[in-house]
């Protein structure tokens, strides 16, 4: 007995211990994920927590470590995964109120501002008086409604330079596009475990038109293993300022400005300005047209936020630099202000994640007076939305239908990560406004299908629940406007043109849809006329039945039956075989007109349909004989296939 007892202790100490070597494994890989994402590398750090994460049992740590899966994702701007683990994390019971905020921001960046202002509600609740939720929950409302009034410019991606990796911080001078790259020609074969792609190198593109040619990475000494960026050029193109990171051996924490000039058509080696540090970091250069004044962003001791703008003075001549100057709160937030840009006209142009805005990083502008900086402006939508939109350069354009701008957006749509887009300003808005109206009722048509076409590939829009609806169409087309909806009749078409327009127009069309009958609901087509005992199509009747190609072309999935009656003034057999010729011969005229021969139906009926009380026998005037001699039509089915 003893020896069963002893053996038994001893197999659950070997269970205890073999269970501790499993914790204990765990934890080590938890520990490890940890150092990683201290140390910013949130791409390796999401991988290293997925791995670990189904091998957790405890729900306490298991919602833990979920959200650190989603922080990462967060943090390394993949909002697509990040979105999807913060919606598992939510529905935990995880006791950070925090993630309730950080997945509003998420909700934002998919422009979601209805469901983000009630995280933001929500968050607001359990942590009352936040500063940053109740900015949040404003930015949400004012964001909906700064969507659904864009301002007039057109947003186009520019993929003669984008790739599927990140492209960003745009700078034009002297017709040359210079710009960031963790494309797979960067130097190097490093990845950045921030991002999880390569480390960023400078490119060059010389612009033709909308096409971007020559693009290689610029000449020189300047791009290295690691991250280089944001570059600012002089309008000589002989020397360049630009932001460096990790170091020249890659381990270093912070950013600094270097500068290179050009000698011989080659940047020769940088030198680092003598303002940077290695306690804080330094970057994003835009200097004035006359290069006395640069604008940067840095963390430097005096910071309001996460990053600020600042500006420094410099003699060009000596290459001497002033002291850093803060741009102060009406510029800079708690939050990341970061990639100055200057406008020809002297505005300061600046990316934040701290003012009211649509998204994550939002465009602002703001105006210098005396060294006094004016309260930051949103450049709204369509330029600004819920993704990052950051990094602006401005060209010299006077023709306003070419580029006046290119940025830096990483929004849905676009060829890869980080993508540079171009910015033109859009000449009119012409808007069609209409509504459908079932003409039966007089009741609005919700749901009905509205078709554009000009030419090219039509374009369909759904009315709403009130029968309405509203579209903006391109300028010097000629459209075609017309509704559809099941069981109905398509409507007549309008013609709307947006030729020769001057202002911003709108236009209010109103289309009706008649309902199609049910079988047995005769409809008589008014005009069509025969000369006496004959069955031919006159000119007048030819009109008529034009009108009922129109209809048969435009809805093409019904099934029609085409009958002729006569009066009773002729023998039965005789007005039978007559009312059947001149069914078949409007048959006829259709078929000639490209209606499909199993679409349409001849039915002579004669004189068995009577609509008055002209039988035989009876005296009637030939107005009343004339009611019975009518061509008709009927919907036999609405389910008509194109046979192939």
């Not at 940047?267 to 303002?275: D, K, T, Y």
């Amino acid at each position: 007995m003893r020896v069963f007892i002893l053996f038994a202790m001893l197999c659950s100490f070997g269970v205890l211990y073999a269970q501790e070597q499993m914790v204990s494994a765990v934890d080590l890989e938890l520990q490890r994920a940890q150092v990683v994402f201290n140390n910013k590398k949130y791409n390796t750090a999401a991988g290293l927590y997925k791995k670990v994460y189904p091998k957790i049992a405890d729900e306490e740590k298991k919602a833990q470590v979920l959200f650190w899966i989603a922080e990462s994702y967060r943090l390394s701007n993949n909002f697509k995964q990040a979105f999807n683990w913060y919606e598992q994390l939510v529905n935990t019971k995880y006791p950070d109120p925090k993630i309730l905020y950080s997945y509003g921001l998420l909700l934002k960046n998919f422009e979601r501002y209805e469901d983000a202002a009630r995280q933001f509600n929500d968050y607001l609740f359990e942590v009352p008086g936040d500063k940053s939720g109740e900015r949040e929950l404003q930015a949400s409302r004012i964001a909906a409604a700064w969507k659904l009034n864009p301002q007039k410019f057109t947003i186009s991606n520019i993929k003669t330079v984008n790739t599927i990796y990140s492209d960003y911080a745009p700078f034009l001078s002297n017709d040359k596009l210079t710009w960031s790259s963790s494309r797979t020609e960067s130097t190097g074969n490093i990845i950045f475990e921030w991002t999880g792609q390569k480390c960023a190198d400078i490119f060059e593109a010389t612009p033709q038109g909308d096409v971007f040619t020559g693009i290689n990475k610029v000449k020189g000494l300047v791009n290295s293993n690691f991250n280089e960026g944001v570059a600012w050029v002089d309008s000589a193109n002989t020397a360049m300022f630009f932001t460096q990171c990790n170091g020249t051996d890659g381990k270093g924490l912070n950013c600094k400005i270097y500068v290179s000039y050009k000698q011989n058509g080659q940047w020769i080696q940088p030198q680092v300005l003598p303002f940077c540090s290695d306690s804080f970091s330094v970057g994003h250069p835009a200097f004035t047209p006359d290069m006395k004044r640069m604008y940067f962003a840095s963390n430097m001791p005096g910071s309001i936020g996460e990053k600020d703008v600042y500006y420094i003075d410099y003699n060009p001549i000596t290459s001497k630099w002033g002291t850093p100057v803060n741009l102060g709160p009406n510029v800079n937030t708690v939050e990341d202000d970061m990639f100055p840009a200057v406008h020809p006209d002297g505005r300061l142009y600046f990316a934040s994640k701290g003012h009211l805005g649509m998204g994550g990083f939002d465009l602002f502008y703001t105006k210098d007076s005396a060294n006094t900086f004016t309260k930051a402006q949103n450049l709204l939508s369509p330029i600004n939305g819920g993704a990052d939109d950051f990094g602006i350069t401005f060209t010299n354009n006077q023709d306003q239908t070419k580029p006046i701008a290119y940025y830096t957006s990483n929004r849905e749509g676009g060829v890869g990560d980080d993508d540079i887009y171009s910015i033109s300003i859009k000449p009119y808005t012409f808007l069609v406004k209409g509504k459908v109206i079932d003409r039966e009722s007089g009741a609005p048509a919700s749901n009905a299908s509205v078709t554009l076409s000009e030419g090219k590939q039509p374009i369909t829009i759904k009315t709403g629940a009130n029968g309405e609806f509203v579209t903006e169409l391109t300028l010097n087309e000629v459209y075609g406007i017309d509704a559809s909806k099941e069981k109905y009749f398509r409507s007549v078409e309008v013609k709307v043109s947006t030729q020769h327009v001057t202002t911003d127009s709108v236009v209010q069309v109103t289309l009706y849809i008649d309902p199609i009958p049910d079988e047995g609901v005769e409809f008589t087509l008014q005009g069509i006329y025969y000369d006496l005992d004959k069955a031919d199509i006159r000119p007048e009747a030819a009109k008529v039945l034009d009108s009922l190609v129109i209809i048969l072309n435009k809805n093409p999935e019904i099934v029609i039956e085409l009958a002729s009656h006569t009066d009773s003034r002729a023998d039965e057999d005789y007005n039978m075989k007559l009312s059947q010729r001149r069914a078949q011969s409007c048959v006829d005229y259709l078929l000639k007109n490209g209606i499909a021969k199993d679409r349409l139906k001849a039915v002579g009926y004669g004189e068995t349909k009577l609509v008055n009380d002209c039988v035989d026998g009876v005296e009637c005037t030939d107005d009343q004989h004339q009611e019975n001699r009518r061509t008709t039509f009927r919907v036999l089915s609405t389910d008509y296939k194109i046979k192939r």
